[in-house]
């Protein structure tokens, strides 16, 4: 008999357009259009719950919520019969600052495995990357504060050359770096064979297509897998 788990989505959509200009690109958000919460309840309430913080990449931007990675992953748990709820916290068009404001609220909700997918829109807006690491660094600390035992993940991410090849190149070594600072798994880049393929995302170049997603969530899952399977201590 199947499951049915808690699946909650924080969403709220913004519009986010990526122009490319001399300097690099720029992201222009809209108005918020929708606010959607769901929930399926486990009769035994015993799940433990991950928690997807991210931007548009998380949200599922230009598809319906099901089709999101942090969904897809969640088809992949059920499918196994391991004991987790999926939280999809994305927000698009957020940034790392903005996340790092947002995060209180985020985190009332119980969070055993915590997977930080922010930074594109920094690298996009040309943000110092001092202050991008600095964002991610205060993100990280909350969540152990809030509970030590929390299992971080931190979500890799590139960006195209338009900043410049050293600001391409710093910006790149913030996630790997974080994770070894802070003792936190790394999925080295969420977007590996997605970015740049036309076919797999949509007209603005950035945000994966249903079949993108499902590549992003094999990246995700390559990580998430032996944290979810692995015997207890």
């Known amino acids: 008999m199947q499951t049915f788990l808690k699946f909650r989505y924080f ?3 913004l519009l986010l357009v990526a122009c490319g200009n001399k300097s690099g690109q720029t992201i222009r958000n809209s108005s918020v259009t929708s606010d959607q919460t ?26 319906d919520t099901k089709e999101s990675y942090p969904a897809v992953i969640q088809q992949i748990v059920d499918s196994l ?4 709820t999926v939280v999809n ?3 698009s068009g957020e940034t790392t600052a903005s996340g790092r404001n947002r995060l209180d609220w985020v985190l009332n909700q119980k969070a055993d495995v915590f997977i930080l997918e922010l930074g594109a829109n920094d690298g996009l807006r040309g943000i110092p990357i001092i202050e991008t690491r600095q964002n ?7 969540v152990k504060e809030k509970n030590p035992e929390t299992i971080i ?16 190149a710093e910006f790149r070594k913030i996630f790997p770096e974080l994770a070894d600072k802070n003792e936190a798994y790394l999925i080295p880049f969420l977007l590996d064979n997605v970015a740049g393929i036309p076919e797999l995302n949509q007209e603005d170049g950035i945000h994966p297509t249903v ?6 969530a094999d990246n995700v899952w390559d990580v998430l897998e032996p944290l979810l399977t692995k015997p207890a201590q």
Do not use: R
Request: charged share 15%; net charge negative.
């Open 11 to 13: 969403l709220v959509f």
């Open 38 to 63: 769901e929930e399926y309840v486990d009769e035994s309430g015993n799940n433990k719950v991950i928690v997807f913080f991210g931007d548009s990449l998380t949200a599922g931007y230009g598809l």
């Open 81 to 84: 019969n391991l004991k987790y």
């Open 89 to 91: 916290a994305g927000l």
């Open 136 to 142: 991610l660094q205060a993100i990280v600390t909350s």
């Open 153 to 168: 993940v931190l979500a890799g991410m590139q960006i195209p050359p338009n900043m410049g090849q050293e600001y391409t």
């Open 211 to 216: 079949e993108g997603q499902k590549i992003v």
